[in-house]
Antibody, heavy 116, light 113 residues
Framework: QVQLQESGPGLVKPSETLSLTCTVSGGSFSPYFWSWVRQPPGKGLEWIGYIFSNGNTNYNPSFESRVTISQDTSKNQFSLKVSSVTAADTAVYYC??????????WGQGTLVTVSS | DIVMTQSPDSLAVSLGERATINCKSSQTILYSSNNKDCLNWYQQKPGQPPKLLIYWASIRESGVPDRFSGSGSGTDFTLTISSLQAEDVAVYYCQQYYNTPRTFGQGTKVEIK
């Protein structure tokens, strides 16, 4: 069974960089779109972007180049960095496996709060 | 970006009755190569990640009960729960994957009347 687990700081200061890692177990790393989706408290889902297993990336333009997604296939991990964070970036961040449109596996999510 | 608009925002349905959720895309999401619509439906229960229910607008994901069905084409889509069960209380989201950025509807909260 495929499992994904997010890890990283739960508290980030304004203007700093949010960094999260997702560890994948129980399945192959390719050929999938390894994705990040976030959900502000009490609100809906927002797609952040993905990295395909060949290393190609695609980001939501609404993040205005603040987002970087990378992968370390030797560790079965992929990562998210969001720079220059503000309170609006406070959310539950999910890592997920997208098989080509359908997000079939999700991590449990990790709450990241932006506050000084 | 393709805007996905769901209606209603919430609905209350009696146990055993039908629940219908609508989703409208701001442009067609029909993939011409296979003549299928690039639309997913997800279910999210409190404190849990979303769960994939339906893809290609009408194909039920493995393990999803057959009381869940998806229909529609072009820009108008529907998720139907034919006989609402207590465990179906959740927020439901549609999502398009015709292009990026992938976009979700705002969600529809389903409760028991």
């Amino acid at each position: 069974q495929v499992q994904l687990q997010e890890s990283g700081p739960g508290l980030v200061k304004p203007s700093e960089t949010l960094s999260l890692t997702c560890t994948v177990s129980g399945g192959s790393f390719s050929p999938y779109f390894w994705s990040w989706v976030r959900q502000p408290p009490g609100k809906g889902l927002e797609w952040i972007g993905y990295i395909f297993s060949n290393g190609n990336t695609n980001y939501n333009p609404s993040f205005e180049s603040r987002v970087t997604i990378s992968q370390d296939t030797s560790k079965n991990q992929f990562s998210l960095k969001v720079s220059s964070v503000t309170a609006a970036d406070t959310a539950v961040y999910y890592c997920a496996r997208d098989r080509g449109g359908a997000i079939e596996y999700w991590g449990q999510g990790t709450l990241v709060t932006v506050s000084s | 970006d393709i805007v996905m608009t769901q209606s209603p925002d919430s609905l209350a349905v009696s146990l055993g009755e039908r629940a219908t959720i609508n989703c409208k895309s701001s442009q067609t999401i029909l993939y011409s190569s296979n003549n299928k619509d690039c639309l997913n439906w997800y279910q999210q229960k409190p404190g849990q990640p979303p769960k994939l229910l339906i893809y290609w607008a009408s194909i039920r994901e493995s393990g999803v009960p057959d009381r869940f069905s998806g229909s529609g084409s072009g820009t108008d889509f529907t998720l139907t729960i034919s006989s609402l069960q207590a465990e179906d209380v959740a927020v439901y989201y549609c999502q398009q994957y015709y292009n990026t950025p992938r976009t979700f509807g705002q969600g529809t909260k389903v409760e028991i009347k």
